[in-house]
């Protein structure tokens, strides 16, 4: 039987150094296919995020990225603005989608009031799960209450700075005037 691991073949110097600049073109473009993919993905990254409305003056920018959580006695509630909304029950670790970040749907000058996450888990014999979520003032960013009104339909109640419009800042400016 023979040996299934055979010696490298001696190679003449010349060959080897081929060899070697072979093995050090392939490494080198390695590491630039891999940048060219990092900053393929950054690129992305910035796209989406540029193509996001985040308000009138971007003061919503700061949630995106961010995860925010409800408890009630029966479920989890989370909130990650701008991605999803998402419900898990206490006793289990099952998370059933509420939906997908799709739009502001607030009227006129409260457009910014307002989001829409569609598109989540189908109820049993219903419609997918669609989330409104309606945002206040607040000192915190915090989800303040989750309703189902109707089936397979949840409304969140989520304070924010972002959402006073400077109602905060008067507010503290004529408490430090007193």
Known sequence: MADATQPEPDYDPETKHL???????????????????EIGNEIKDIEDHTSKDYGLNEEYAAL????FIFEDREYLYTLCPFDR?????????????L????????????????????HGTACW?????ITIVDFKCG?????????EPNRCEYNYV?????????????????????
């Open 85 to 97: 909304a998402s419900q898990k029950q206490r006793s289990s670790g099952h998370e059933t989608n």
């Open 64 to 67: 995106d990225g961010e995860c």
């Open 158 to 178: 989520f304070e924010t700075p972002a959402a006073c419009d400077g109602v905060v800042a008067d507010d503290t400016r004529q408490r430090d005037e007193l």
């Open 19 to 37: 060899i070697d600049l072979a093995n050090e073109a392939r490494n080198a473009y390695s590491e630039a296919e891999q940048k060219v993919r």
């Open 125 to 129: 014999n219903g419609p997918q799960r």
């Open 99 to 118: 939906g997908r970040y799709e739009q502001w749907i607030g009227d006129g000058d409260k457009k910014y009031q307002k989001q829409k996450y569609a």
């Open 139 to 147: 000192l915190e960013h915090a989800i303040k209450s989750v309703a």
